[in-house]
């Protein structure tokens, strides 16, 4: 019968006998039940792009042997059978060179996020600074997983993280501002996790200083999670902080270069001309001169008449929309 076999194969042509053999090709591997699998060794030799993850389109140079992985959501992630041994594995498998163990011990770390937080908040400390690690990594599956990892540990831990924020913070922003799409996409959701995860009162000095990068994709990326955060303050909390603060930041970026800046400073806009008017112009209000605790009246105390002028074309467009409508 191998006889046949081999005839049966020499007869082939010489396209579909590559095909045959080429599909077995990779190697797979199993790591809690995640299926891991290497594109083809003849790929890593071609410098060209090559597809992955269902059609995403990446240089085979950056990828460093590009790869498959099944990523978990957060809530299908079964619970640990043993996890004193899992915590003593986390930080030496963070650490590892084997790119299938660092990619399994994050999806550990991901699973006691959600079923053992208090057994692994003392090693917040050492274990924030190895996901960035991973969050830094050329391979996407490590990358992704990483940006996984982030979001679930914000869920967990909120204003706990708050001193080990920035490096998470920076990389979160880089990634989402990527061209690599599923990258991109699973960072948006990591911020959008951290913005209704983190209080804004402590998170909103931390995105501030990033409205103002060199980098108009990162500009845009906080701006929505700024944008995100401040109704999250209440109206109290939007007096404490500030809304002069808060109106010249919107106000700066409805300039912006890219849309989705302008778009969150408007969003942000019509929140604190609500948050205004219902607080009665906070501590402004002068009895005597209604028109002098009016929103246009604050907007023209607080800005340059040309930023002024932006805010309440803005507003009053919303206004005007608001009556039409109605």
Same mark, same amino acid.
């Given at each position: 019968?191998?006889?046949?076999?081999?005839?049966?194969?020499?007869?082939?042509?010489?396209?579909?006998? *590559? !095909?045959? /053999? =080429?599909?077995?090709? #990779?190697?797979?591997? @199993?790591? &809690?039940?995640?299926?891991?699998?290497?594109?083809? $060794?003849?790929?890593? *030799? !071609?410098? /060209? =792009?090559?597809?992955? #993850?269902?059609?995403? @389109?990446? &240089?085979?140079?950056?990828?460093?042997?590009?790869? $498959?992985?099944?990523?978990?959501?957060?809530?299908?992630?079964?619970?640990?059978?043993?996890?004193?041994?899992?915590?003593?594995?986390?930080?030496?498998?963070? $650490?590892?060179?084997?790119?299938?163990?660092?990619?399994?011990?994050?999806?550990?770390?991901?699973?006691?996020?959600?079923?053992?937080?208090?057994?692994?908040?003392?090693?917040?400390?050492?274990?924030?600074?190895?996901?960035?690690?991973?969050?830094?990594?050329?391979?996407?599956?490590?990358?992704?997983?990483?940006?996984?990892?982030?979001?679930?540990?914000?869920?967990?831990?909120?204003?706990?993280?708050?001193?080990?924020?920035?490096?998470?913070?920076?990389?979160?922003?880089?990634?989402?501002?990527?061209?690599?799409?599923?990258?991109?996409?699973?960072?948006?959701?990591?911020?959008?996790?951290?913005?209704?995860?983190?209080?804004?009162?402590?998170?909103?000095?931390?995105?501030?200083?990033?409205?103002?990068?060199?980098?108009?994709?990162?500009?845009?990326?906080?701006?929505?999670?700024?944008?995100?955060?401040?109704?999250?303050?209440?109206?109290?909390?939007?007096?404490?902080?500030?809304?002069?603060?808060?109106?010249?930041?919107?106000?700066?970026?409805?300039?912006?270069?890219?849309?989705?800046?302008?778009?969150?400073?408007?969003?942000?806009?019509?929140?604190?001309?609500?948050?205004?008017?219902?607080?009665?112009?906070?501590?402004?209000?002068?009895?005597?001169?209604?028109?002098?605790?009016?929103?246009?009246?604050?907007?023209?105390?607080?800005?340059?008449?040309?930023?002024?002028?932006?805010?309440?074309?803005?507003?009053?467009?919303?206004?005007?929309?608001?009556?039409?409508?109605?």
């Amino acid at each position: 019968m191998s006889g046949n076999a081999l005839r049966d194969l020499n007869t082939l042509p010489a396209s579909k006998r *590559k !095909n045959d /053999s =080429s599909s077995k090709g #990779n190697f797979t591997k @199993t790591c &809690n039940g995640n299926t891991i699998e290497n594109v083809e $060794e003849l790929q890593k *030799k !071609n410098p /060209s =792009s090559v597809c992955i #993850n269902g059609g995403e @389109t990446v &240089n085979a140079g950056v990828e460093v042997a590009n790869s $498959e992985v099944e990523y978990i959501e957060s809530e299908n992630l079964g619970d640990l059978e043993d996890v004193n041994t899992c915590l003593e594995k986390l930080l030496p498998g963070l $650490e590892s060179k084997d790119w299938v163990l660092v990619v399994e011990t994050l999806n550990n770390v991901r699973r006691l996020s959600i079923f053992h937080r208090e057994a692994m908040h003392s090693m917040l400390g050492d274990l924030i600074p190895l996901v960035v690690k991973s969050l830094k990594n050329p391979r996407s599956a490590v990358c992704k997983t990483a940006i996984m990892t982030s979001a679930d540990i914000f869920s967990a831990y909120n204003d706990d993280l708050i001193e080990f924020l920035d490096p998470l913070l920076v990389q979160l922003l880089l990634k989402s501002s990527q061209d690599k799409r599923f990258v991109c996409e699973a960072a948006e959701r990591a911020l959008e996790v951290m913005t209704t995860s983190v209080f804004p009162m402590s998170l909103l000095p931390k995105l501030q200083p990033y409205l103002k990068n060199r980098n108009p994709r990162i500009r845009a990326k906080a701006s929505m999670c700024f944008s995100r955060s401040v109704p999250r303050l209440g109206v109290e909390g939007i007096q404490e902080y500030g809304i002069d603060k808060l109106i010249q930041v919107a106000a700066s970026q409805l300039s912006d270069q890219l849309p989705e800046s302008r778009e969150a400073a408007r969003t942000l806009l019509l929140e604190l001309q609500t948050v205004y008017e219902k607080s009665n112009g906070l501590s402004t209000t002068i009895p005597e001169q209604p028109e002098m605790n009016s929103w246009e009246h604050f907007c023209q105390s607080k800005l340059s008449p040309l930023s002024a002028q932006a805010v309440l074309r803005v507003t009053n467009i919303a206004r005007e929309g608001l009556i039409i409508g109605s």
